[in-house]
């Protein structure tokens, strides 16, 4: 079974660029999950879907991040316009369903550099 | 709201020798506990998890955690450490509603030295 795919591994930009990451879930998950990982922190949920709707965004900054999963497969995650504290690794996670039984398979992450 | 508590960011063990990961959780609902594994350059891996039922679960690789409600804490054990157990591990609680949010510790680096 094909794990959660996520590109790109790496990405450098300068500090008001945009950037967007993009995640493909494992086939048949109907949830999948945002978190951003800062250096020396644990992951941060930013954003959760269920199939094409977001189920919980409390923690995103709308201002300058926005995500979409159009047809409830493939998502993108995009920064506009970035800041330095922005530099975290981006993990993308999906799940069979939205409840705490099922496992959450996180992908290797995109690690954003800002300068 | 929930939170973890991981203590020590750092732990070095022998190789051979008992493992023990702290982890101290607050939550206002009977929480349900998570010990991921990250490998350099990877993903998480779940380790084990608890939801209900017995306290003490069995995971992956020979790790083991038990929860104890009077003491809020789900500390990861493994009784002989390995070279491979090298890695980043993290602690995370959910409310287990049918939401299934996620809140992490802040990670225990575990080295094993020679």
């Known amino acids: 079974e094909a794990g959660v795919a996520q590109s790109p591994r790496y990405k450098i930009i300068e500090k008001r660029q945009s950037v967007a990451f993009w995640c493909n879930p494992i086939?048949?998950?109907?949830?999948l999950y945002w978190y951003q990982q800062i250096l020396g922190q644990g992951p941060k949920l930013l954003i959760q879907f269920q199939n094409n709707g977001v189920v919980d965004d409390s923690q995103l900054p709308k201002d300058r991040f926005s995500a979409e999963r159009l047809k409830g497969v493939d998502s993108t995650l995009k920064i506009q316009p970035a800041k330095l504290e922005d530099s975290a690794v981006y993990l993308c996670?999906?799940?069979?369903?939205?409840?705490?039984?099922?496992?959450?398979?996180f992908g290797p992450g995109t690690r954003l550099t800002v300068l | 709201a929930q939170s973890v508590t991981q203590l020590g960011s750092h732990v070095s063990v022998s190789e051979g020798a008992l493992v023990l990961l702290r982890c101290n959780y607050s939550?206002?609902?009977?929480?349900?506990l998570f010990w991921y594994v990250q490998y350099p350059n990877q993903g998480l891996q779940l380790l084990l998890k608890y939801t209900t039922g017995a306290t003490l679960v069995k995971g992956i690789n020979g790790f083991e955690a038990e929860f104890k409600k009077s003491e809020t804490s789900f500390h990861l054990t493994k009784p002989s450490a390995h070279m491979s157990d090298a890695a980043e591990y993290f602690c995370a609680v959910s409310d287990g509603g049918t939401a299934s949010k996620l809140t992490f510790g802040t990670g225990t680096r575990l080295q094993v030295t020679l």
């Open positions: 939550s206002s609902v009977p929480p349900y």
């Open positions: 996670a999906s799940s069979l369903r939205a409840d705490s039984y099922n496992e959450q398979f």
């Open positions: 086939s048949g998950h109907a949830t």
